[in-house]
């Protein structure tokens, strides 16, 4: 892996998962005009989420990550990208995000799977129906999902849409999240349509920010003259798949020449599917300078996992690398603690964080693709316990998640069974987490980063004989 690395050394190396276009003049011309559109994000940016991360990897913090399996341009059931949506979607983003900081008294790094999330890995390259077989749905950047030979054919002009969806997805997120909305005097305000349990839970919680807020005011503490109660940062973020996308949007840092950040999102991630060490999409992401995620599936071994954490990082840069385990909530206990170990006997600074989704797919008795929200948790609570066990900090969860009232996962709050997923299963893709499951996580979460702190902080042992 010591060869050159340019924006398109990836196109001499194998690649998966990649979409048919019938026409690939088409796509050189969109690609090429791709690179003239202003970037989404900057390095400076992208360099400020590496350092909280860095912060995160040795324990000082917490990294919630999370959205949608897939946005959509204008599926209006699904998670469109309409203003009510995006709101929505931060109001509970925000809700998790307070009640974390605030229960497990830890600074939360922020990540959204949002603007930019549009390409999708398949297990299959078609789908069959009633005799028909078409290309699958690979994500709006690039086909539509309907299943009519139109729709699923590959659409160059997709990927310049999928840049402006991006873009006034961005806008609006900064907009909210440094124009007021996010200010801690406010966090009544995000409160969504609840369960009354977990209702009742989140307004304690936000009445007992409002009384620290007011005490620190009358102490004299000023809430406008600190900025960092008033706004908050969320990251963006997206799997790295559809590379000449990522490779049209990557720029040299004018602050640093030789220095390539991809700028259509903050943090990019490897999909388990797409990690061969000597494909396209390792080759790709090792250049840019963006912080990565990288997906451990059940078949990842430790060797294996050593060599790309070289490849990704070689200079060991705090912040660099978050690993995102995704074994299913039987698996964890048996293969997480391999791994583990491994990456701390090699010395190897990384985020650990949790993906409790993908290893946790079935298919409901009523033939929906489901998730059962006991499962999820589940691997979540045997996510901690290895960490607990080896001495290692538990970073960071990732989460399919929507502020919409979906019914995709069973359990949860109001019991969602498998009859009940037919009432609003709106996903394009996966089976997210509603707002009601989504908060308690959320809870649940701060109880297990208040034992893994209190478990650090030990009073000193006391002296033998006493
Ligand atoms: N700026 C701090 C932070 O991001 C505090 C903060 C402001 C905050 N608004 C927030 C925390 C909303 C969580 C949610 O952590
Ligand atoms: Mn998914």
Redesign the pocket.
């Known amino acids: 892996m010591s060869e050159r690395w340019t924006r398109d050394s990836w196109r001499k190396k194998p690649i998966v998962q990649v979409p048919q276009y019938p026409d690939k003049g088409e796509l050189d011309a969109v690609e090429h005009k791709i690179e003239s559109f202003p970037p989404l994000v900057f390095a400076g940016e992208a360099r400020n989420l590496k350092t909280v991360l860095g912060r995160v990897a040795t324990g000082e913090g917490f990294l919630l990550h999370g959205g949608d399996c897939a946005e959509s341009f204008t599926d209006p059931s699904a998670n469109n990208i309409s203003a009510n949506n995006i709101r929505d979607y931060l109001r509970l983003?925000?809700?998790m995000?307070?009640v974390?900081?605030?229960a497990a008294a830890m600074?939360?790094v922020?990540v959204g799977r949002i603007a930019g999330q549009f390409a999708k890995p398949r297990s299959s390259p078609t789908e069959k129906k009633n005799g028909q077989e078409l290309p699958s749905y690979r994500g709006d950047i690039i086909n539509g999902p309907e299943f009519t030979a139109a729709a699923r054919t590959p659409d160059p002009a997709r990927l310049i849409e999928a840049y402006r969806h991006s873009a006034s997805t961005l806008n609006l997120l900064r907009a909210l999240?440094h124009g007021g909305y996010?200010?801690?005097g406010r966090?009544h305000q995000?409160m969504l349509d609840l369960d009354p349990r977990s209702k009742q839970r989140y307004l304690e919680l936000a009445d007992r920010i409002s009384e620290a807020l007011a005490f620190m005011q009358a102490c004299g503490l000023d809430l406008e003259s600190h900025?960092?109660?008033?706004?908050?940062?969320i990251y963006t973020s997206h799997e790295a798949l559809l590379l000449g996308y990522e490779q049209a949007m990557t720029r040299e840092d004018s602050t640093r020449p030789g220095t390539w950040c991809c700028t259509s999102a903050h943090m990019l991630w490897i999909g388990d599917r797409t990690r061969q060490p000597d494909h396209a999409h390792i080759e790709f992401c090792r250049g840019i300078m963006n912080p990565l995620g990288l997906k451990c599936g059940p078949t990842t071994k430790p060797d294996e996992l050593l060599r790309l954490v070289e490849i990704l990082n070689p200079q060991n840069e705090p912040g660099r690398l978050t690993l995102i385990s995704r074994l299913g909530a039987d698996k964890v206990g048996e293969q997480l603690p391999a791994l583990v170990r491994a990456i701390k006997r090699e010395g190897r600074v990384v985020v650990w964080s949790c993906d409790p989704m993908h290893g946790n797919t079935i298919t409901a008795t009523t033939g929906y693709k489901t998730r059962p929200f006991d499962l999820i948790l589940k691997e979540v609570k045997s996510f901690f316990s290895v960490h607990a066990a080896e001495g290692t900090h538990a970073g960071g969860v990732h989460l399919e998640m929507t502020g919409q009232n979906v019914t995709e996962c069973t359990g949860g709050a109001h019991a969602i069974t498998d009859e009940g997923l037919n009432a609003r299963y709106h996903t394009l893709c996966d089976p997210r987490l509603n707002a009601e499951q989504a908060i308690e996580m959320a809870f649940l979460l701060a109880e297990l980063l208040k034992a893994e702190r209190a478990a650090r902080v030990r009073p000193l042992p006391v002296a033998a004989g006493l």
């Open positions: 983003f925000l809700q995000a307070v974390l900081t605030y600074p939360v922020k999240t996010a200010s801690l966090v995000w900025p960092e109660l008033k706004a908050t940062d």
